[in-house]
């Protein structure tokens, strides 16, 4: 059988999870390529016009693999952490996948509880099930693809940078470098660091977060405000830049809560969507550098 | 301490109602108007969706008339709603107002000790006993659900009233007079008045008019102005129009779904396409176009506002539905740029639509 992971969304994060889990089971993993041109079109082409530009390219990634894979896989996920969401785009996923791409083949349908190994083993096995009978080769694909992830880290930690910022964004924003036009590079050649939320450890992030009138009830949301608003009290960086997505509803809180927070501190905040051009991104980029070298 | 709670079509009423009976003092900030979505806007994130920003311009309109309470309700995800109390106490603070901000989180939530505070910061105003506490809360869902209840009559019969616009000006009337009433008692008094005389307006049963359902985002579809009163709209056109959520359906939603029974009517008609809750009322929405289906509707009509975001995997999911069902179904996103000609020549061209497939126009040609 060959299963379809279009890497888009949250794939950045859990694609060693997926495709090891997969193969496992006897699977042959066909990927869709990184994001591109051909596939950002596909993706508006099919997309409801009101969605934002991940999901879009997610779409896309679809797509472009619909046609060789007999299962493709649609990770609903609901909740990774326990009372929080992801967005409530997330949740309904295959559904608007289904509905929005003609001739689809199979897709996993089931929703991802991530909160605890046990409620995770339910989209495991109702979705291993769909491939092969045999429950003890689910069960031990399962705990190979997690041995297997827990070795993975996600992160940028750029060492040695006069200048340091922070960049901060969902996943699939900051590392996909179609979406962000390269600008770890881009920023690493004009002579500034880089650090990512996953390098702040969860206490200062829940820290952080309590001094909030409510506690935000997006994962990405949390970590977004509580790595940057850490790491600008405690002095460890120079600026903050923030890649959103255009019409993103979690990042027109969170954007506004940082800003409350961190008062007049350096922070540029790059909208992308499916118009951006790249040099004015460039030169958005640039401007902010300059004012942080004149800065410190 | 003057209280106040925002917008949300005749919620209004409700307030009057609930805080006479209190004997708190409250006031009823202006009805949403251009000038409080300006006012609105100019202190809310660009990005932000509609009923945020007119929110906003409630309660800085508000307080100009001297409120110092403000009540709101709140969720806890994943929709951008249940944020939207930390950012506009941010907001209001930065502004320099010193407020009360009472939040209504759900007591699962929240722990019922936080809830049963946060009550008590409103209720211990009142010198009233906790048995005139609990009857104020009586009257109060009484009210809410007679003037649901007149409304979705008008709106129905508007399709088949003899005299033209009759529902219209009765319900215009009504709203008039229930607002001037002294006493809760007195209100409800006018509300059933005003229902029975509903049932005695003059109606031509041979007639066959449009039926629409209104569906989507709770706030613009229930908030007149939020929508450029398209329900008014649809009544001067003679077309039948049936709105599902409305802010009594809402709470008795809010009270079933603490036993798991709420809504079982559009969790069976919305399995098919959604089987899942994904937030807002995502799924009531497409609940609601397959029960329209169902009802002999000849069409739909979703609103939400731009960048909602489970009203977003809806209007990805209806196209799917208006062609399994033969069923139209027309979209509307609602922002602060809205051009109102746009809208109804977008309105108008549904109806026509609607019209020729009624009376098989085409097929005579």
Redesign the interface.
Same mark, same amino acid.
Request: aromatic content about 8%.
């Given at each position: 059988m060959k299963v379809g992971i279009p890497k888009g969304l949250l794939n950045y994060k859990y694609s060693i999870f997926l495709e090891k889990f997969f193969s496992e089971l006897g699977a042959e993993i066909i990927t869709s390529p990184n994001t591109n041109k051909q596939i950002l079109d596909e993706g508006v082409k099919h %997309? *409801?016009n009101?969605?934002c530009l991940p999901i879009k390219i997610f779409h896309g990634h679809v797509a472009s693999i619909k046609d060789k894979c007999d299962l493709m896989v649609i990770p609903?996920i609901?909740q990774i952490a326990e009372?929080?969401?992801?967005? $409530?785009?997330f %949740?309904?996923l295959p559904? !608007?996948i289904v509905?929005?791409i003609p001739n689809m083949p199979k897709v996993t349908m089931a929703?991802i509880y991530a909160t605890s190994k046990e409620k995770l083993y339910n989209w495991i096995i109702s979705t291993g099930s769909m491939i092969t009978n045999n429950k003890k080769r689910i069960k031990e694909a399962y705990y190979e693809a997690l041995a297997e992830q827990s070795k993975f880290k996600a992160g940028i930690k750029n060492e040695g940078y006069k200048l340091n910022i922070v960049l901060i964004g969902h996943p699939y924003n900051v590392y996909d470098n179609f979406v962000n036009m390269n600008i770890v590079k881009k920023l690493n050649k004009l002579g500034i660091g880089i650090i990512t939320e996953e390098f702040i450890d969860e206490s200062s992030i829940s820290d952080k977060t309590k001094e909030?009138? &409510?506690k935000?009830?997006?994962t990405f949301?949390r970590t977004a405000y509580g790595a940057s608003t850490y790491l600008v009290e405690n002095k460890k960086i120079n600026g903050v830049i923030y890649i959103s997505s255009?019409?993103?509803?979690?990042?027109?809180?969170v954007?506004?809560?940082i800003k409350?927070k961190i008062k007049d501190f350096p922070f540029l905040i790059l909208k992308v969507d499916e118009h951006t051009g790249e040099s004015g991104f460039d030169t958005r980029i640039e401007a902010f550098v300059d004012m942080l070298e004149r800065k410190y | 301490m003057k209280i106040m709670t925002p917008h949300l079509g005749n919620t209004y009423l409700v307030t009057k109602a609930i805080f006479d009976s209190l004997g708190i003092d409250y006031i009823i900030p202006e009805f949403n108007s251009k000038k409080s979505l300006e006012i609105g806007s100019m202190h809310s994130?660009?990005?932000? %969706?509609l009923p945020f920003k007119l929110m906003m311009g409630n309660y800085i309109q508000g307080i100009e008339q001297g409120a110092d309470t403000i009540i709101i309700t709140?969720s806890?995800?994943? %929709?951008?709603y249940?944020?939207y109390?930390?950012?506009q106490?941010?907001t209001l603070k930065?502004l320099g107002h010193n407020l009360n901000f009472v939040?209504l989180?759900k007591p699962s939530a929240i722990g019922t000790k936080e809830f049963l505070n946060r009550i008590s910061l409103i209720s211990s105003n009142s010198k009233k006993t906790t048995v005139q506490k609990l009857n104020a809360l009586r009257v109060g869902f009484k009210v809410l659900n007679l003037i649901d209840k007149i409304e979705a009559k008008a709106h129905y019969l508007a399709g088949y009233e003899k005299n033209k616009s009759e529902c219209k000006i009765l319900l215009n009337k009504c709203k008039s007079d229930a607002i001037k009433s002294t006493s809760p008692d007195e209100m409800i008094k006018i509300l059933n008045y005003y229902y029975r005389k509903f049932n005695s307006i003059e109606l031509s049963k041979e007639k066959k008019p449009i039926k629409i359902a209104i569906i989507g985002e709770i706030y613009t579809i229930i908030e007149p102005f939020s929508n450029l009163y398209i329900e008014d709209k649809l009544m001067d056109y003679g077309v039948s129009t049936k709105r599902r959520l409305t802010p009594s359906w809402w709470a008795k939603d809010s009270f079933m779904s603490v036993f798991g029974l709420n809504s079982l009517d559009m969790r069976r008609a919305s399995n098919e396409?959604?089987p899942?809750?994904?937030?807002?009322h995502?799924r009531e929405c497409i609940g609601e176009t397959v029960m329209a289906t169902e009802e002999g509707f000849d069409g739909a009509i979703q609103i939400f506002p !731009?960048?909602? !975001? $489970?009203e977003? *995997?809806c &209007?990805?999911?209806l $196209?799917?539905i208006s062609k399994d069902k033969d069923f139209p179904i027309l979209t509307l996103?609602v922002d602060e740029m809205t051009g109102e000609a746009g809208y109804i020549t977008r309105i108008e061209a549904f109806l026509d639509l609607l019209e020729r497939r009624k009376q098989n126009v085409l097929s005579r040609c």
């Open positions: %997309c *409801v009101e969605a609903r609901m009372n929080e969401f992801i967005c $409530p785009k %949740c309904g559904e !608007m509905h929005s929703p909030l009138f &409510k935000p009830f997006w949301a255009f019409a993103c509803g979690i990042d027109s809180v954007i506004d809560l409350e | 994130p660009e990005d932000m %969706c709140g806890c995800g994943p %929709c951008r249940g944020e109390c930390e950012l106490i941010n930065k939040v989180d396409y959604l899942l809750y994904i937030g807002g995502a !731009m960048g909602c !975001m $489970p977003i *995997v &209007k990805a999911l $196209p799917t996103v």
